[in-house]
């Protein structure tokens, strides 16, 4: 029997194929297109890809990020990724975040039960689990220096006028599901961040040239 290494778990596998690149504007695609240039150039040079994706809370838009960017890594084959988020303040991964997820395959355990608890996120039955947990963006679980702030709300963007370490800086920014917790919206508002990021991030991930 073939190993299959880090291959993705089938029903992630299908999510990603069910990805649409027409939903993407041409003007997202020019505010993507500095994350594609960063990730590019340090495959080129052979470097390690640190992305720290950031925004207020911790606890909704840069999970998301986080997790899909590291495994639409693993689906391009891409080496050398390593995904990380934090926040401008600690809060708590929101479990509705999880559970949106864990609805497009990923499997979720939660490994603590305290106020801010911390997942394991897994992608693929051999790879590493992203870690989940709120934390501040210059946590240090997190790289110190290296890496590509990726902003993924105005708020933070704005609150945060410099991010120490940070080799370059990347607003990509989204919608707040938050807005929407406690309707009856809840579960598909979710659901269209959520694929919003992972469409946005699969086309980012797919123009990556290998040497």
């Known amino acids: 029997m073939t190993e299959t290494n880090n291959d993705l778990f089938g029903k992630i596998e ?57 495994a639409l890594a693993a689906h391009y084959k891409i080496p050398n990724v390593f995904c990380y988020s934090g926040g401008t303040e600690a809060t708590a991964l929101f479990p ?7 609805q497009q395959g990923f499997k979720i355990t939660k490994l603590s039960e305290e106020k801010n608890p911390v997942y394991s996120i897994k992608f693929a ?5 992203v870690i989940g947990f709120s934390k501040t963006f210059d946590n240090a679980f997190n ?28 607003p990509v920014t989204y919608d707040d599901p938050k807005a929407f917790d406690g309707t009856a919206e809840q579960n598909q508002k979710y659901l269209e961040r959520s694929t919003q990021i992972a469409t946005e991030l699969k086309y980012v991930f797919s ?4 040497n």
């Open 14 to 70: 299908e999510s990603i194929t069910a990805l649409d690149f027409n939903s993407i504007s041409e003007e997202r695609k020019n505010i993507l297109q500095p994350l594609v240039e960063y990730i590019q150039e340090k495959i080129t040079n052979q470097q390690q890809v640190r992305l720290n994706f950031i925004c207020t809370h911790n606890s909704r838009r840069s999970h998301l990020s986080q997790v899909w960017a590291q």
């Open 96 to 102: 509705k975040a999880a559970e949106t997820l864990e």
């Open 125 to 129: 039955e051999n790879a590493h689990p």
């Open 143 to 170: 790289p110190a220096f290296g890496f590509a702030a990726v902003m993924t709300c105005s708020q933070a963007d704005a609150g945060c006028p410099f991010i120490a370490g940070a080799e370059k800086r990347i």
């Open 207 to 210: 123009e990556i040239k290998l």
